[in-house]
């Protein structure tokens, strides 16, 4: 259908590149007869394209490994001290910068508190964006500096935003933000002192799930990641790749309703902001600078048997597995992934969702779809803005000189 | 992500040979010349390809074509003679079977009256798949047997279930046929007489929505069918690719429900049968052997403005742009396109069900998703088999002798 474009011998030597750099990362050091064996390319192939990565930093010789049979051989390993990448994070209360290099280490991991976000209804509407992208420049400016002092080569800097995002990377509708159409690449990149930096902006819950696949132990599965920090949103890996629709608009599952207008939609019956009312009586999200103490509140009440607290998680619950069952009909994923506030309730919610999740799949036993809590923590969508620019290179897509 | 596989050259010249196939069929005849400007082949690598294609008879010369300036050239078409492939189509009270050969062309159109569907409910769930496998195994003989007689290589057969069917060709859970868990393909296989035919099972929307990108006019572009046929089901193409999933069961939007248990299910609420029985009181859609007739009468009905079966239809069509918002929402296609008798009463049902596709879409205006109604009637499912087995012959794997 789509793809047209020619093939050459180009192509062919980038497909073997990311062969080679796929098996290392899913294997760890390997000699390069043992790269041969395991992928079926020729020793005398596997020697130049190992040569090539060698000299682009990207593999490193570790010394000899010991072979049962035969003479000792000289182990290849990842190599990411060259090269890194940079995630930020925008939610309405909280920025989050994180860098990793290549081989997945984690060069830095900064918060700010933030209050340019300015929800949908309230006054100030048109204050909010500008000084919310004066801070996230300021950020990503630093973050890239410290990277750059370090000696690696800062690949590129992916901002995750909730909503939609188009793929220029204007934000074309963000709820929890308060923003609609922010050319926000534009002005990123416009006021990023970085030359040659490539700047992207992404939707949070696709880059988490991007995130998920890389460094959640889900390697090459077909994942759903499900947020509920903001609204409730979905990204979803289909077929090996994120699910990119049209315009860049998918995952979008909060919106669901059925039923005359002014029914509730699936994220007031199961986001996070309308469980904390639930479950915390008398508590006002929205005076609040973060989500979390409210989340871990609500934990530690349910974790000690409080009546209102495991209603209200047994009911979100329960709706949520409603929600995901839709993707289970649609989509069809290996897991989905609950993150960020979601995760760190799952040991109420997932009792609560699965049967709903099974009983509203027409496909017996949910067509196959586990639910599990992701382990990344409430910044794995700036994990995956960093891994989106390190994946190009697993492509077999080999950085130019800085 | 996946596809770890090696490449090597005989890849690059499958991708070209793609291209060139994609090229003719997007464009028609054309020249050699014209081919290698438009595609960035070398004149050398179009000679090689079309000479490989011709010899193969995917390709015939067409005679001198007058350039503007120069000598004229011989322009090179399509060939559909030499291939064919042929689709059916099972629904509860009928069989379609239709083959077309590679250039398009529609060989043959048969169909028959089919009692082997048993509902679910019914009594006699046992006696149905059995009768049912030996009434297509029989027509797929006839067809294949009619289309070799024509002196064409037949390149497959896919038969197109409604439900769930899993990509080994067993048919899961099918709930309007009654059948769960029958090895269809492997029956067929074991039953037809004709060595060498490759036989698989699909599923009804998704084999319709490949139809639609080659012959509905919609080339090229992310869509989604849906069916109201047999339940509610879609057939999503995502990324240029049909959206398999994890075990291939995608595009169940039917069986949503937003509500405690028992609420109705997006199939309850816009599906074609209770469309029926709301627009036709004391009509028994159940003793029908085909819903077809009921459909006619609806459209009558509605076109005379009886105002029973206006609301009938207003009511549906509202309902179904709120599980149209669905697929708008998580998937993001540019059209979504109504199949088969939703198509028969699009006139009706398309302006109740764009507002609320609107409404109950996060994006502004619907992310861009427009609403159509098919042009391919009542068998598309049937000529999206056949078509399956075609386009593997666009992607460069070329026929091997019969």
Chains 1, 2 share one sequence.
């Not at 020619?6 to 980038?14: E, G, N, S």
């Not at 280490?105 to 300015?118: A, E, N, S, V």
């Not at 309703?257 to 639930?278: C, M, Y």
């Amino acid at each position: 259908m789509k793809n047209t474009r020619p093939a050459d011998f180009a192509d062919v030597r980038a497909t073997n590149l990311s062969v080679v750099l796929h098996h290392l990362r899913a294997n760890g050091p390997s000699s390069r007869a043992a790269i041969a064996a395991s992928t079926g390319l020729t020793k005398a192939t596997v020697s130049s394209l190992t040569g090539t990565l060698i000299e682009q930093r990207l593999l490193r010789e570790t010394g000899l490994t010991g072979n049962r049979i035969g003479r000792p051989s000289t182990a290849l390993a990842l190599d990411g001290s060259a090269y890194a990448a940079i995630g930020l994070q925008v939610t309405a209360d909280r920025l989050t910068a994180l860098a990793v290099d290549f081989a997945g280490d984690q060069l830095l991991l900064w918060h700010r508190t933030f209050d340019g976000g300015t929800p949908v209804g309230s006054v100030a509407v048109t204050a909010g964006p500008g000084r919310a992208v004066s801070a996230i420049t300021a950020l990503a400016q630093r973050a890239a500096t410290r990277v750059r002092q370090q000696g690696r080569q800062v690949l590129g800097l992916t901002v995750a935003v909730p909503g939609l995002v188009e793929e220029g990377g204007t934000v074309r509708l963000s709820p929890p933000l308060g923003w609609s159409d922010i050319d926000l690449r534009g002005q990123l990149a416009g006021s990023l002192r970085q030359p040659g930096l490539d700047v992207a902006v992404g939707n949070h819950a696709g880059l988490a799930a991007v995130a998920e696949i890389r460094h959640g132990g889900h390697p090459d599965l077909d994942l759903t990641y499900v947020t509920g920090a903001a609204g409730v949103e979905a990204g979803i890996i289909a077929d090996g790749r994120p699910l990119h629709g049209s315009r860049g608009f998918t995952g979008q599952i909060g919106r669901f309703t059925l039923g005359p207008a002014g029914s509730p939609t699936l994220a007031d019956l199961a986001g996070i902001e309308p469980l904390v009312r639930r479950a915390l009586p008398g508590f006002d999200p929205e005076s609040l600078a973060d989500l979390t103490p409210a989340v871990e509140h609500v934990a530690l009440l349910a974790r000690s048997g409080d009546r209102t607290a495991l209603t209200a998680l047994h009911d979100t619950g329960c709706h949520l597995g409603q929600g995901l069952a839709l993707l289970a009909n649609l989509v069809n994923p290996e897991v989905i992934v609950l993150g960020d506030h979601y995760a760190a309730l799952a040991e109420w919610l997932i009792p609560a969702a699965t049967p709903e999740l099974a009983r509203n799949t027409l496909a017996p036993a949910s067509g196959g779809t586990r639910l599990l809590a992701s382990g990344l923590g409430l910044h794995a969508a700036a994990l995956g803005g960093a891994v989106t620019h390190l994946e190009r290179v697993d492509t077999g897509a080999l950085p130019s000189p800085a």
